[in-house]
């Protein structure tokens, strides 16, 4: 498998004593979801299971204990690795639905076939998600909100995504 099947979940961002913890980043919208999944890891270019003996959320950090980690020493090659979920395992999404990845380097056009560019990445701003878009001829990002309001179509056969947009906005 190529690490193109995979999503990347979580970040391991240090280690949380000398027993072996480590402390991680939840990249899902829920951060205690990261746990729901099978989570795996990329080590010497290596993909292998997580496998989580146990783990903590505290008030700014959420830290995870691997059962073959026992020392400090042991994380040594954990540390700065992506948390990554097969593509597969993830929750089939209903109608309407999409994960951020899959609307990656989708191209955005208006509802009047014209080219916006192509989405670069997203961001959540309150319970709203927005598409980052790059503009290739203005050498600019265009935010739009990922709602109905401005949402006609999605088509992730063809990369495409159809908006209600203008300038002016």
Partial sequence: MSLSDYIVVGKIIATHGIKGWLTIKSFTSNPKDIFSYNLEIN????????????YNFMPKKITMK???????????????????????????TTEGEYYWYQLINCAVHTHEHVKIGLVKSLLRSGETDILIIWNDDLKKEIFIPFIKEYLIKVNLEDNLIIVKWNETF
């Fill in 43 to 54: 080590i010497n270019n290596k993909i292998t299971s997580i496998n989580i003996d146990n």
């Fill in 66 to 92: 691997l059962k073959e980690l026992n020392c400090i020493e042991d994380t040594e090659d954990y540390i700065t690795k992506d948390i990554l979920v097969h593509k597969n395992n993830l929750p089939k």
